[in-house]
């Protein structure tokens, strides 16, 4: 608890007690001859007293000799909040964040730092030095009051320290266009309904390392409301959102070029920006699977409208959301790979193996939705990326899953009549044997082993209970290490005195002697 007069400080330290001192109560409870300074009290303080030290102040206090500095402020409409009015009146006050919420309870028998010192005088000394600044604006009270403030005022200014705060306000500002180029990244991006929250901007990497060097600023809400006029905060889905103010132009840099490039080469350079498209938090997509992107996250205001009024491109999807407008997508990468040249391949591919005509393994390979689902994903990456790559080891395992499958329903069809290659895909597929052996093949490439066959020959002899295969268990390599058994009848076979000799050298080898 603080108190102030016109030149001291208290500061009442009173954790774990329940109970006021009879002289602080004879205070708080004094008449119209005391006026006490408050700032906000009905906010929390008022519950604090009851609930602490079952102090009431409703039934105890004179209502007439406690001023609200807050109430004063608002009447004569003057911004509320210390911080605020001792910006309104030009006084040097400090409120540093990381002191404020520094852990004030556990400081025990060693007290409170002398920043926490500091802080807390600062809050009781200005708290009576605002009522006196605040007075002196009308409405005037009555002259009792003024002249108590004449008296005291030249002293309390003298007590005021000039801080030099540019360092603090040059990490303010710098943060405050980090932040506001990230909330701009990121009201743009995927999913974020136009806005972004707190817990997303600390996850933006300029953000986090702006916050590491920018100590004690703190990016939270009181921060961005702070910049109110950079910054629009609001609640939705019970969390604080954030986004920029609207501007009231929106300049269009690149309009001229825009306007002078014909459809094609327009439509071109947003197929280009679609495909250098990457989420502002790093967020991975999945294998060859494009995004939506909202067309203003790669697009200006000018170059949105044109677009829409473009011819249709099969190279670019577009859709349309309540939050984010029009979303585009990249149907067709501007370098990808050729995919019917991938779809021929694979069609031969599959006829050589299964001495099968073209018109049937092209068929099998349509018919196959997995095969279907990676070959339709060629078309969105680009060519020699890692992408590509990834999709083609992909079909590459679902054409020798067909191809093998052709050869089980061959095998299985002397055992189970009427067995269909579709029912043995189906069946290869559970077991985890075969899809292991697969792996290995087509990572490490050479010749179908004797695994093959004997994977192949537990499914035949279970089938369908496939999934009862287990994989064949392989013996453990010799490691070169006799066993205990086989160590002991050597030391039984060996004269002592080598024994010995050996046993102190294997210490001295251990001990590094």
């Given at each position: 608890m603080q108190f102030a007069c016109w030149d001291t400080v208290l500061l009442l330290r009173v954790p774990n007690c329940s109970e006021l001192p009879p002289w602080l109560t004879q205070f708080l409870e004094?008449?119209?001859?005391?006026?006490?300074v408050t700032a906000?009290?009905?906010?929390?303080?008022?519950?604090?007293?009851?609930?602490?030290?079952?102090?009431?102040?409703?039934?105890?206090?004179v209502?007439?000799?406690y001023w609200d500095i807050a109430e004063l402020a608002a009447a004569r409409e003057i911004p509320q909040g210390m911080l605020k009015m001792a910006h309104h009146f030009e006084i040097p006050f400090q409120k540093r964040k990381d002191v404020g919420a520094s852990d004030w309870e556990s400081a025990g028998h060693k007290g409170l730092t002398a920043e926490q010192r500091e802080y807390a005088a600062n809050d009781a000394f200005f708290q009576l030095y605002l009522l006196g600044r605040l007075l002196q604006v009308p409405p005037l009270p009555e002259k009792k009051l003024l002249d108590s403030w004449d008296a005291i005022s030249q002293k309390m200014e003298v007590s005021l320290k000039r801080v030099d705060n540019a360092e603090y306000y040059n990490k303010f500002m710098a943060l405050r266009d980090v932040i506001r180029d990230a909330v701009d990244v990121l009201s743009r991006a995927l999913g974020s309904d136009g806005c972004t929250n707190i817990n997303e901007l600390k996850q933006f990497k300029s953000v986090q390392a702006a916050l590491k060097s920018m100590a004690p600023v703190q990016l939270n809400a009181?921060?961005?409301?702070?910049?109110?006029?950079?910054?629009?905060?609001?609640?939705?889905d019970g969390t604080l959102r954030v986004r920029l103010q609207s501007s009231e132009s929106d300049e269009d840099v690149d309009g001229t070029e825009t306007a002078e490039q014909d459809?094609?080469?327009?439509?071109?350079?947003v197929q280009e920006s679609l495909a250098a498209y990457r989420h502002p938090t790093g967020k991975k997509r999945k294998l060859g699977e494009p995004l939506w992107v909202p067309a203003r996250a790669i697009l200006t205001r000018a170059q949105v409208e044109r677009f829409e009024k473009s011819p249709e491109n099969s190279s670019i999807e577009t859709s349309y959301d309540s939050e984010d407008g029009m979303l585009l997508r990249l149907a067709r990468h501007p370098r990808a790979p050729d995919d019917l040249e991938y779809m021929d391949e694979h069609i031969s591919k599959l006829s050589r193996n299964l001495d099968i005509d073209v018109e049937d393994a092209k068929q099998r390979l349509k018919s196959d939705e997995k095969f279907m689902q990676f070959w339709s994903l060629i078309?969105?990456?680009?060519?020699?990326s890692e992408e590509e790559r990834a999709i083609s080891r992909n079909l590459g395992a679902r054409t020798q899953i067909l191809a093998d499958a052709h050869h089980l329903a061959k095998r299985l069809s002397s055992e189970v009549p009427e067995v269909s290659w579709q029912e043995a895909r189906e069946g290869l597929e559970k077991v985890p044997w075969y899809r292991h052996l697969l792996g290995v093949y087509l990572s490490e490439g050479g010749d179908r082993n004797q695994d093959f066959e004997e994977c192949f020959a537990a499914i035949v002899r279970v089938w369908p209970d496939v999934q009862s295969v287990q994989a064949k268990r392989k013996a453990k390599p010799e490691s070169g290490k006799p066993s205990k058994r086989s160590r002991q009848a050597l030391v039984d076979s060996m004269p002592c005195g080598k024994f010995e000799q050996l046993t102190s050298l294997k210490l001295h080898l251990l001990t590094g002697s």
């Open positions: 004094s008449g119209d001859d005391v006026v006490k906000s009290f009905g906010v929390a303080d008022k519950r604090k007293l009851q609930r602490s030290f079952n102090w009431d102040f409703d039934a105890k206090a209502h007439t000799s009181h921060f961005l409301r702070q910049n109110s006029d950079v910054f629009v905060c609001f609640f939705r459809d094609a080469t327009f439509l071109e350079k078309r969105s990456v680009e060519v020699n």
